[in-house]
């Protein structure tokens, strides 16, 4: 079946990084556009950023941009969302997901999810 397995995250002070990776097996990954999203307690689900199955396209959110960058490698799949100059309102559970659609940002238009990783930035 289906496996996607974040690991990376953990606890850094504001203006730290973290590199979250996200495993992938038993789908055609390199078929799959990937994405991340996040959840903070309290908080909907929003997107984080999204690479295509060819890495030709990239996008993300707007409270992002500038201090994350997501890269995949198809020959590992593997995804991966480096985070650089953390906040205290990045803390969220992260989520890494997989779609056949183009691009998307909405999560449902993600066919599979993995179950999250926890980041949590202290002030």
């Known amino acids: 079946q289906v496996q996607l397995v974040e690991s990376g995250g953990g606890l850094v002070q504001a203006g730290g990084s973290l590199r979250l990776s996200c495993a992938a097996s038993g789908l055609s990954f390199d078929s799959h556009c990937m994405g991340w999203f996040r959840q903070a307690p309290g908080k909907e689900q929003e997107f984080v950023a999204a690479?295509?199955?060819?890495?030709?396209?990239?996008d993300y959110a707007d409270s992002v941009k500038g201090r994350f960058a997501i890269s995949r490698d198809n020959t590992k799949n593997m995804v991966s969302l480096e985070m650089n100059s953390l906040k205290p309102e990045d803390t969220a559970v992260y989520f890494c997901?997989?779609?056949?659609?183009?691009?998307?940002?909405?999560?449902?238009?993600?066919?599979?999810w993995g179950q999250g990783t926890q980041v949590t930035v202290s002030s």
């Open positions: 997901a997989a779609s056949t659609w183009g691009l998307p940002q909405r999560a449902y238009h993600y066919e599979y």
């Open positions: 690479i295509t199955w060819s890495a030709s396209a990239i």
